[in-house]
């Protein structure tokens, strides 16, 4: 009886989880040629970023719902330790293709 009402509350503890966390239903395809390690975030969402060296790509996830205000929430900037901006949208959404070209 313990095992079945622990394997409930583990059960119900994941599903809780998952559901607090934001749905990521797309990606935006990164790949940085730029020749420098590039800061990629979202123009309008502060809580995230995520640093890719020069010649790697990553994968930039789109919560749900974006892509639809064509606003700053659908811009991705990419900023070098140099100085440099690069910007992809609006919109930047499911299946899009970022290349930062060679300097």
Do not use: H
């Not at 809580?47 to 790509?57: F, L, N």
């Not at 639809?68 to 440099?84: Q, S």
């Amino acid at each position: 009886m313990k095992k079945i009402i622990w394997s409930a509350i583990l059960a119900l503890s994941i599903l809780v989880l998952t559901a607090c966390q934001p749905r990521v239903s797309r990606w935006v395809e990164f790949e940085n040629r730029s020749g420098e390690t590039v800061t990629v975030k979202w123009l309008g969402d502060v809580s995230y970023s995520r640093q890719v060296p020069a010649g790697e790509s990553a994968r930039i996830p789109v919560v749900s719902g974006g892509c639809l205000r064509m606003g700053a929430e659908d811009v991705l900037v990419a900023d070098t330790a140099g100085g440099r901006r690069f910007t992809f949208g609006p919109p930047a959404c499911e299946g899009g293709r970022w290349t930062l070209p060679t300097r």
